[in-house]
């Protein structure tokens, strides 16, 4: 995982995370319909598949001291998972640099790094040791995060494939907070399950915040992110709009979606 060569450690002691004019861009192919007819006319022409760029984070700088809780919010396609991806170190940089120090538990769209036709407990090995932990260290803990992802009996045995959308998403959750990472990205996370677990995540999050381990959420509910954070930031269309106390950030970008528009303030972003 975060091994790449972007990801170094020489970062100041006291930052977690550091990034230096970052920029993120997809390249997507424009052609409408994948046919196999428009393949082949595109083929007999000689033409190449037409792409455009989208740049989803723009020159974003940004320093996360070790132990902050940062909640993330902002419109649909602002660039927050894209942000997320790249300081897991699973989207390279196209621009700028990410440096990461300790080891990251990612929760990246409940469970991307799941293997579905692996077991619910092979996948909590592949998690640990995608985290950095030791099998033995890993082990020791399975049986919790079975239980705290509340499973019916037998189904951690089982092929992930044959979970339904809720117990796989309580894994992927109980995974993420239980590998007790140094850093740990939790995008649009505290939305999985019913009431009751909920309110067990929301609770152990709590503790996570407490045990002054680093913490970025992404969410749209901001009265969570006011609870547990103690920075918030606001993207909005690829860049940070907006950095602060959480309750201010989240006044502000509140008002924006009732209202529609931008504070005058930021116009000319
Ligand atoms: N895999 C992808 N391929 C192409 N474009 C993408 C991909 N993922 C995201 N995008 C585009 O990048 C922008 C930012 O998306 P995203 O990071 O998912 O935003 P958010 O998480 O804030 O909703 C959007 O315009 C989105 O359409
Ligand atoms: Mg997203």
């Avoid at 037998?154 to 309580?170: H, K, W």
Wanted: proline share 4%; hydrophobic share 40%; glycine share 8%.
């Amino acid at each position: 995982m975060p091994s790449a060569s972007n990801l170094t450690n020489s970062l100041p002691e006291n930052l977690a995370i550091k990034i230096e004019n970052l920029s993120i861009s997809y390249k997507i192919n424009v052609e409408s319909k994948k046919t196999l007819k428009n393949a082949i006319m595109r083929a007999s022409k000689g033409e190449r598949v037409r792409t455009r760029t989208v740049e989803a984070v723009k020159g974003l700088e940004l320093e996360i001291p070790h132990g902050s809780v940062v909640g993330i919010v902002g419109a649909n396609g602002a660039g927050k998972s894209t942000l997320m991806r790249a300081i897991a170190g699973i989207l390279p940089p196209t621009a700028g640099k990410i440096s990461v120090n300790g080891r990251i538990s990612t929760l990246l769209a409940l469970g991307v790094g799941f293997n579905k036709s692996l077991s619910g407990r092979d996948n909590i090995i592949l998690g640990g040791l995608a985290a950095g932990m030791s099998k033995a260290e890993i082990e020791s803990q399975t049986d919790a995060i079975a239980d705290f992802a509340d499973l019916p009996e037998g189904f951690i045995d089982m092929p992930v494939r044959t979970y339904s959308n809720g117990m796989y998403s309580r894994v992927a959750f109980a995974v993420a907070v239980n590998m007790t990472p140094d850093i740990l990205l939790l995008d649009e996370a505290l939305s999985a399950g019913d009431a009751a677990f909920k309110e067990k995540s929301f609770n152990r999050m709590r503790q996570l915040c407490d045990e002054a381990r680093t913490i970025l959420i992404v969410s749209h509910a901001l009265s969570s992110i006011n609870e547990l954070c103690n920075h918030a930031i606001w993207m909005h269309k690829g860049k940070m709009l907006a950095s602060g106390k959480p309750e201010e950030i989240t006044e502000q970008y509140l008002k924006f979606l009732n209202v529609g528009e931008l504070p005058s303030s930021y116009e000319d972003l």
